[in-house]
């Protein structure tokens, strides 16, 4: 069992070579192996500053607070020490690493990740397998990392990589955003997947619920004003979709 705690966590978002602005005010969230907790809310309360400050993302400065994993503080770690304590980050954005091929990239990974490189043979069949899963050609294991992937491509790739990495704790931001229905179904499914075969603990960062038709959360959290202003059971995510955001924001925005 795998216990990953944010403790009063307060960051700022690097402006400039001398501004900076406060994004994180106090947030507080514990996930358990095998638990799904979707982060919704309104746009600009912090949900993506909340998933790139634990990542590590430079542009971002913890200025309070923690983050543990089993009890130990991630935040004096490197970005790829992070990633080999088990955390993992889907970016809403992924970027494209010309050159690179999708299947050295991945191999690296894992062999990063699991402190030893896999056989060529049985790493070929787990990947293949997994690219199986999420509709993915075998045709693009040659292609450079997201190098002309369409954002459904791109985002089935995310889940690619947190299907062979299997880490304790996996940050998925937006990983919804711009996927058709059909597309939708595929990453949903590889979600569940991985969920099953690891045991992950998972947050869920979304606007909308639609997601949440596919991957059941067990908590749902209303992020607003750069702190969880609501939390509760999936049934709030059916009071969001009902009334939206607007009293959370008001709240934040206040604050």
Excluded: C, W
């Excluded at 590590?56 to 970005?79: A, F, N, R, W």
């Excluded at 690179?100 to 049985?122: D, W, Y």
């Excluded at 304790?168 to 990453?187: H, M, Q």
């Amino acid at each position: 069992m795998t216990k990953f705690e944010i403790r009063d966590l307060r960051a700022d978002v690097l402006i400039g070579a001398d501004e900076r602005q406060e994004i994180l005010k106090g947030v507080d969230l514990t996930i358990n192996s095998g638990e799904t907790h979707a982060i919704m809310g309104p746009n600009g309360s912090g949900k993506s500053t909340l998933a790139y400050a634990v990542a590590g993302h430079p542009k971002y400065e913890i200025t309070g607070g923690d983050v543990l994993i089993d009890g130990e503080s991630v935040l004096e770690m490197t970005v790829d020490e992070r990633a080999r304590a088990g955390l993992f980050l889907a970016m809403q954005y992924p970027v494209e690493v010309p050159g690179v091929s999708m299947s050295n990239f991945l191999r690296s990974a894992v062999t990063a990740v699991r402190g030893e490189a896999p056989k060529l043979r049985t790493f070929s069949k787990e990947l293949q397998g997994s690219m199986s899963g999420l509709n993915i050609g075998s045709e693009f294991a040659a292609r450079g990392v997201n190098e002309g992937f369409s954002g459904g491509e791109k985002k089935r790739h995310e889940i690619l990589q947190l299907e062979l990495l299997k880490p304790k704790l996996a940050i998925l931001d937006e990983t919804d955003s711009g996927l058709d229905v059909d597309a939708l179904k595929v990453v949903s499914e590889g979600i569940n997947r991985a969920k099953a075969n690891s045991d992950v603990g998972i947050m869920l960062i979304t606007h909308y619920t639609r997601i949440l038709n596919y991957v059941t959360p067990d908590f749902v959290h209303v992020f607003a004003g750069g702190r969880v202003a609501e939390s509760g059971g999936p049934e709030l995510a059916d009071v969001l979709e009902a009334d939206g955001y607007e009293r959370f924001a008001k709240a934040g925005a206040s604050q």
